[in-house]
């Protein structure tokens, strides 16, 4: 059964197992199809026409099930392997032990972005940028210039709170959890940790930074602990909603899974804490 843990509480060894499964996937190729489907997404999902990856009500199953395809790769080739969770409401700081020298290395240099350390740094010969949006094929990062601040535990709380799933026009303007918590409205969560990262993570390839799977495995935990806290708000839209995934509709690029197999997500794997 697949636990996925606080990154904060790894063993020297998971750090280890997730990084070289990381880098072997990296060098079959398998690594980057995350990339480029996950930026196809981001360019085609728009707020007037189909949107499902993004800015849309199955911005959470959508992620979910591409979480679960990128750790089944990861289990490949390490089966002990899981995705571990970056609680950035408590791990705030760039001096977290996320950011060492033996998990995901620090932020950029100052001159052009280049993450100097670590096992995905250009010097490691690791990990080349290859799906990319300008032609700079170094990882890069600038911890907390874009945004300032992390949100606050009570920032999340406030999102948490709010009983509704989504709500029309099912897009970046909508009330409600989903895009609260996304961050196009309100206190700003899922974006706004994207821009602090900084460098690949502020843009359509941001898989390229590994950190894109800690920051959005604990964008789903949170889904998960709103739906303990409202065990009566289930996802909508449920049916006949244009360019939108309704509950049983079926989601691209996969075609073979709705919302609605997804809600649950200890068929697949669960949490080291609630
Ligand atoms: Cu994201």
Known sequence: MTVRKNQASLTADEKRRFVDALVQ???????????TTHNAFIMGDTD???????????F???????????????QSVDST???????????????????????LG????SLDGRVIDGPFSASSGNWPINVRVDNRTYLRRSLGSGARELPTRAEVESVLAMATYDMAPWNSASDGFRNHLEGWRGVNLHNRVHVWVGGQMATGVSPNDPVFWLH??????????WQRRHP???YLPTAGTPDVVDLGETMKPWKDVRPADLLDHTAYYTFDAA
């Open 25 to 35: 996937l990296k060098r079959s190729g398998r690594y980057d199809a995350f990339v």
């Open 48 to 58: 007037s026409g189909e949107r499902t990856g993004h800015r849309s009500p199955s």
């Open 60 to 74: 959470l199953p959508w992620h979910r099930r591409f979480l679960i395809e990128f750790e089944q790769a990861l």
């Open 81 to 103: 392997v899981a995705l571990p969770y970056w609680d950035w409401s408590a791990d705030r700081s760039t001096r977290s032990s996320l950011w060492a020298p033996d998990f």
């Open 106 to 109: 620090g932020t950029g240099r």
């Open 216 to 225: 959005h495995a604990y964008i789903d935990k949170l889904w998960a602990d």
């Open 232 to 234: 009566d708000s289930g």
